[in-house]
């Protein structure tokens, strides 16, 4: 599987370096390139979790794909988060943060403590963000 992170970070190095006045053109904005990665991310994620949720409730039933969805959720959020933090990398920050791992975490102890969740469905929910990132990989390799 491909490291979200990591991804990431080489999606950053791939954006245009700066010209000799360190400052990156007006015209091809590195920045813009990037939130244009990130708005793909979040659309591919979102369409593959609907998808997924909708197989789910006709093949199970609404209790699993709601599950799905809340799970999938979390995930566009923690992708969210986790972009957010490797957008600050260029500024004053050298590693990824880690506040985005408490995502799946409260996701986990949310499903145990309440009925309406199941925890499986939840968590390949959460996962789902997973093939958006190799769909985008494939597409831009």
Do not use: W
Not at 85 to 112: D, E, K, N, T
Request: hydrophobic share 55%.
């Amino acid at each position: 599987m491909i490291d979200s992170a990591r991804f990431l970070r080489r999606c950053l190095q791939a954006l245009p370096s700066t010209d000799q006045g360190g400052e990156l053109p007006l015209s091809d904005n590195g920045m813009e390139d990037y939130a244009r990665l990130q708005r793909r991310l979040m659309l591919a994620t979102l369409v593959v979790s609907l998808f997924a949720a909708l197989v789910t409730a006709l093949r199970f039933d609404l209790h699993v794909a709601r599950s799905l969805l809340v799970g999938a959720f979390a995930g566009l959020l923690y992708l969210r988060l986790l972009a957010r933090s490797v957008a600050r990398l260029g500024g004053g920050s050298r590693q990824v943060g880690r506040f985005q791992l408490v995502v799946p975490m409260l996701l986990i102890v949310a499903s145990s403590r309440l009925p309406q969740l199941d925890l499986l469905p939840a968590f390949l929910g959460f996962l789902l963000y997973k093939p958006a990132l190799i769909v985008q990989a494939v597409i831009d390799g």
